[in-house]
């Protein structure tokens, strides 16, 4: 069973959730897929962009809950586990992958689904779309990275309501607390997230990795050691072949031509 | 090409492993090569410092175990092997460990032998022997409790598992965290502006350094004062003050 479909063309992965009549929410086998696909995209240099969509009518509902039926005379679960194995690697490989990744949010996006999603570098959603903490009305707390993204994303006030109340979260809303890049009308994400993932897929890929990394240091970094970063980063994208394609083409007065080296 | 390139940068040594296929494993082979290198430089008055460095993605990923495996109890109490290790450590100039990827076993001993680890934001620090039945048999259980305390040590030791190049900075294995790319250039850096300075007085700061681990706070103060009486004999003394006093650069001459 494919629950998650992947494809490459002209530098652009394409990965789909999907398990439609699950509102794609993970499971086991679902999370290997993910991973497969992630291997490949972070050993495959003429991949030069992520895109993550949902199939359906959702983008992603977190957890599949059948999974976690706890027997009320049984031993407790150990979800710190599943945190551990699946979740975390997820969210650090996304984060470290030096590459943009866009999520085109096309539908509902709650609990891990909706945490997955703003912890992407560029998000996406379509105007029916929603985000749903729901964590707290189960007695957990938000995983896959949510009680980091969500203060960041949202400021501490609206993280803090969002993650307690749990409430749904409006696309637009979001958009205009500044969580999310852009809203567009349903009929027209597949093909806006796909322009950009095409225009990501021809950029400097090398220094579009190396400011992904500094805003993502810059999280946990004094002005101090991310200025010392900033010196570092640059003197490894100066060196780097887009940098003189890049001067060469303005100097030029013609279209650069980068090959994300 | 030869398992251990030695290159020359001004007054800097380095020293790069290159055992690739390997992982760069400290064979008996490349550890004699290794003092070979470090004691013909202790005696060359060109050579100031010197940087141990592993290439971008890998220092030295331990010993090498067909050579172990080879050993019973007899060959192993016979073993030159700790007489390699202590020729390497009686190097008597800056040592800086310049590491990327994999420091782990003994290419983790070697890095915490030298007096400055700068990593890489690749690095690992690990003493993984416990999971092969043995433990930490150059220095490892003694020099890792000493730089990052006995928890952290103790975890590391008897668990096998390795830490981060920011994790190991914290703890104090580590001077500096570089991106991998540039984790020999600032080593080189480093490793220069420490051999901008007088020989003679690197020498005797590096004795202290050593000494402090090695005997009680009121001895080491007083070896620490009789190396500082026995710079004040030198000529570098002299030029060094000099030079600071007439705010010109100091021209050391080793003596």
């Given at each position: 069973m494919e629950f998650i479909l992947c494809q490459?063309?002209?530098?652009?992965?394409t990965l789909t959730l999907n398990r439609p009549e699950r509102l794609n929410s993970f499971n086991d086998v679902m999370h290997q897929q993910l991973a497969d696909c992630l291997?490949q995209?972070?050993?495959?240099?003429?991949?030069?962009?992520?895109?993550i969509t949902g199939a359906g009518?959702g983008?992603c509902a977190?957890q599949d809950l059948n999974d976690?039926?706890?027997?009320?005379?049984?031993?407790?679960?150990?979800?710190?586990?599943?945190?551990?194995?699946f979740?975390?690697?997820?969210?650090?490989?996304?984060?470290?992958?030096?590459?943009?990744?866009?999520?085109?949010?096309?539908?509902?996006?709650?609990?891990?689904g909706?945490?997955?999603?703003?912890?992407?570098?560029?998000?996406?959603?379509?105007?029916?779309?929603?985000?749903?903490?729901?964590?707290?009305?189960?007695?957990?707390?938000?995983?896959?990275?949510?009680?980091?993204?969500?203060?960041?994303?949202?400021?501490?006030?609206?993280?803090?309501?969002?993650?307690?109340?749990?409430?749904?979260?409006?696309?637009?809303?979001?958009?205009?607390?500044?969580?999310?890049?852009?809203?567009?009308?349903?009929?027209?994400?597949?093909?806006?997230?796909?322009?950009?993932?095409?225009?990501?897929?021809?950029?400097?890929?090398?220094?579009?990795?190396?400011?992904?990394?500094?805003?993502?240091?810059?999280?946990?970094?004094?002005?101090?050691?991310?200025?010392?970063?900033?010196?570092?980063?640059?003197?490894?994208?100066?060196?780097?072949?887009?940098?003189?394609?890049?001067?060469?083409?303005?100097?030029?007065?013609?279209?650069?031509?980068?090959?994300?080296? | 090409?030869?398992?251990?390139?030695?290159?020359?940068?001004?007054?800097?040594?380095?020293?790069?492993?290159?055992?690739?296929?390997?992982?760069?494993?400290?064979?008996?082979?490349?550890?004699?090569?290794?003092?070979?290198?470090?004691?013909?430089?202790?005696?060359?008055?060109?050579?100031?410092?010197?940087?141990?460095?592993?290439?971008?993605?890998?220092?030295?990923?331990?010993?090498?175990?067909?050579?172990?495996?080879?050993?019973?109890?007899?060959?192993?109490?016979?073993?030159?092997?700790?007489?390699?290790?202590?020729?390497?450590?009686?190097?008597?100039?800056?040592?800086?460990?310049?590491?990327?990827?994999?420091?782990?076993?003994?290419?983790?001993?070697?890095?915490?032998?030298?007096?400055?680890?700068?990593?890489?934001?690749?690095?690992?620090?690990?003493?993984?022997?416990?999971?092969?039945?043995?433990?930490?048999?150059?220095?490892?259980?003694?020099?890792?409790?000493?730089?990052?305390?006995?928890?952290?040590?103790?975890?590391?030791?008897?668990?096998?598992?390795?830490?981060?190049?920011?994790?190991?900075?914290?703890?104090?294995?580590?001077?500096?965290?570089?991106?991998?790319?540039?984790?020999?250039?600032?080593?080189?850096?480093?490793?220069?502006?420490?051999?901008?300075?007088?020989?003679?007085?690197?020498?005797?700061?590096?004795?202290?350094?050593?000494?402090?681990?090695?005997?009680?706070?009121?001895?080491?103060?007083?070896?620490?004062?009789?190396?500082?009486?026995?710079?004040?004999?030198?000529?570098?003394?002299?030029?060094?003050?000099?030079?600071?006093?007439?705010?010109?650069?100091?021209?050391?001459?080793?003596?």
């Open positions: 490459v063309e002209n530098g652009v992965m291997k995209a972070e050993r495959d240099e003429t991949i030069r962009c992520l895109l009518r983008f977190g976690r039926n706890v027997d009320p005379n049984g031993p407790a679960p150990d979800l710190g586990m599943s945190v551990e194995t979740y975390n690697p997820l969210v650090r490989r996304l984060a470290a992958l030096p590459k943009p990744v866009i999520c085109a949010v096309n539908g509902v996006a709650a609990g891990a909706a945490t997955l999603a703003l912890g992407c570098d560029m998000v996406i959603a379509a105007r029916s779309a929603t985000f749903v903490m729901a964590f707290s009305r189960l007695g957990l707390v938000p995983d896959c990275g949510g009680t980091w993204f969500l203060p960041r994303v949202a400021g501490r006030a609206r993280a803090m309501g969002l993650a307690l109340l749990g409430e749904k979260l409006s696309a637009e809303q979001a958009q205009a607390w500044g969580m999310i890049w852009q809203v567009v009308e349903d009929e027209r994400l597949s093909a806006t997230a796909q322009q950009l993932a095409q225009h990501f897929a021809s950029q400097p890929t090398f220094g579009l990795g190396l400011i992904k990394q500094a805003i993502n240091a810059a999280e946990t970094n004094t002005l101090d050691a991310q200025l010392d970063l900033e010196r570092d980063y640059q003197r490894l994208a100066g060196r780097s072949d887009d940098y003189r394609e890049g001067v060469s083409a303005f100097l030029g007065k013609r279209a650069p031509n980068f090959t994300g080296k | 090409m030869s398992e251990l390139i030695i290159t020359r940068h001004g007054r800097v040594l380095q020293l790069t492993l290159n055992r690739p296929a390997a992982r760069n494993a400290l064979n008996n082979a490349l550890l004699e090569q290794i003092a070979g290198a470090l004691e013909a430089a202790a005696v060359d008055n060109g050579v100031s410092t010197c940087v141990i460095y592993g290439g971008e993605r890998c220092f030295a990923a331990g010993a090498d175990l067909n050579e172990m495996a080879e050993k019973d109890l007899p060959a192993t109490l016979n073993d030159v092997r700790p007489q390699l290790w202590a020729r390497i450590n009686a190097f008597n100039k800056p040592l800086i460990a310049a590491v990327n990827g994999f420091a782990l076993g003994a290419g983790c001993e070697l890095a915490l032998l030298c007096d400055v680890v700068i990593a890489g934001d690749n690095a690992r620090f690990g003493l993984p022997e416990i999971t092969l039945g043995i433990m930490p048999g150059a220095g490892g259980t003694q020099r890792l409790i000493r730089c990052v305390g006995k928890s952290l040590a103790s975890r590391m030791i008897l668990t096998g598992e390795s830490i981060t190049g920011r994790q190991a900075q914290r703890a104090g294995l580590v001077s500096d965290v570089f991106p991998a790319a540039l984790t020999l250039e600032y080593a080189l850096k480093q490793a220069a502006l420490m051999a901008r300075h007088s020989p003679l007085a690197l020498q005797a700061a590096k004795q202290a350094l050593r000494q402090s681990q090695e005997v009680a706070l009121q001895a080491g103060l007083a070896q620490e004062r009789q190396l500082f009486t026995l710079l004040a004999a030198t000529e570098d003394r002299r030029e060094g003050i000099d030079a600071f006093l007439q705010k010109r650069t100091p021209d050391f001459k080793g003596r």
